[in-house]
C-alpha cells in the first residue's frame, strides 16, 4: 500500500535549520506523473503549500518561502526532503509531505503523510 | 490572508444540505484552474474528496459534489451526518504565485 512518511527533528532552535525527510512506501518516487510536495498548517491555522518537487529535481517553491527553502530527492532512498533556513517562531507548524498525481489532477493532492509537528522555539 | 476566501463556518442539522463557496480571482479560479477540496478531521492529514471543480475519487460519497463558475467555487454537502462534522479547505493553482493556493478553510458544524 502506497504511504508517506515524515520525520525530523521536532524542536528547533530559532535562526536554525529545519529538515524534514518524507519516505515513499509502496511505489518508486521516480514513477511518472507524480509531484512531491511539503504543505505545513501552523496551530489552529489553514493550509499553506511549501513547495513540491519531481524526481528529476526540479522544484518550485512558496515565493513567500523561496529565499529559505531547499528541497531535494534521494532516489536510492525512495524519499524526498525539505530544508527550511533561519527559521523562526512563525515557522512553527504541522508539516505534511504529500503527492500531486497528474493521472487524477496535475495539481490535487491525492495522497498525504500523517503529517509532523515542528516547532522553533529556544 | 488567503488567497482563496472561504467562510470560516457553516452549520445545518442532520440530512440537511449545507455549502462551502470558495471564492479565487483572475489569477486562479477565474483563470481556469481546477479547484479541490478536502476534509480535515482534528488530528489528521486532509483527505481529497473532490478534484478539478467536481469529480469525486473512489470511495467518496455522491453526497458531496462540487461546482464552479466563473472566479468562485463551492462544495454541497447533502443527507447532512454527525461524520460529516470536520475543517474544509478548497485548493487551486495560481499563475502568479507559480503554486497551490488554499482557502482559510470552513469549519462544518453538525448541530
Known amino acids: 500500500q502506497l504511504q508517506l512518511q515524515e520525520s525530523g527533528t521536532g524542536l528547533v532552535k530559532p535562526s536554525q535549520t529545519l529538515s524534514l525527510t518524507c519516505a515513499v512506501s509502496?511505489?518508486?518516487?521516480?514513477?511518472?506523473?507524480?509531484?512531491w510536495n511539503w504543505i505545513r498548517q501552523p496551530p489552529g491555522k489553514g493550509l499553506e503549500w511549501v513547495g513540491n518537487?519531481?524526481?528529476?529535481?526540479?522544484?518550485s517553491y512558496n515565493p513567500s518561502l523561496k529565499s529559505r527553502v531547499t528541497m531535494s530527492v534521494d532516489k536510492s532512498k525512495n524519499q524526498f526532503s525539505l530544508k527550511l533556513t533561519s527559521v523562526a517562531a512563525a515557522d512553527t507548524a504541522v508539516y505534511f509531505c504529500a503527492r500531486a498525481n497528474s493521472f487524477l489532477s496535475v495539481y490535487a493532492f491525492d495522497l498525504w503523510g500523517q503529517g509532523t509537528m515542528v516547532t522553533v522555539s529556544s | 490572508q488567503s488567497v482563496l476566501t472561504q467562510p470560516p463556518s457553516v452549520s445545518g442539522a442532520p440530512g440537511q444540505r449545507v455549502i462551502i463557496s470558495c471564492t479565487g480571482s483572475s489569477s486562479n479560479i477565474g483563470a481556469g484552474y481546477g479547484v479541490h477540496w478536502y476534509r480535515q478531521l482534528p488530528g489528521t492529514a486532509p483527505k481529497l474528496l473532490i478534484y478539478d471543480n467536481g469529480v469525486r475519487p473512489s470511495g467518496i460519497p455522491d453526497r458531496l459534489s462540487g461546482s464552479k463558475s466563473g472566479a468562485s467555487a463551492s462544495l454541497a454537502i447533502t443527507g447532512l451526518q454527525a461524520e460529516d462534522e470536520a475543517d474544509y479547505y478548497c485548493q487551486s493553482y495560481d499563475s502568479s504565485l507559480g503554486g497551490s493556493v488554499f482557502g482559510g478553510g470552513t469549519k462544518v458544524t453538525v448541530l
Open positions: 518537487i519531481f524526481h528529476s529535481g526540479s522544484a
Open positions: 509502496g511505489d518508486s518516487i521516480s514513477s511518472p506523473g507524480y509531484s
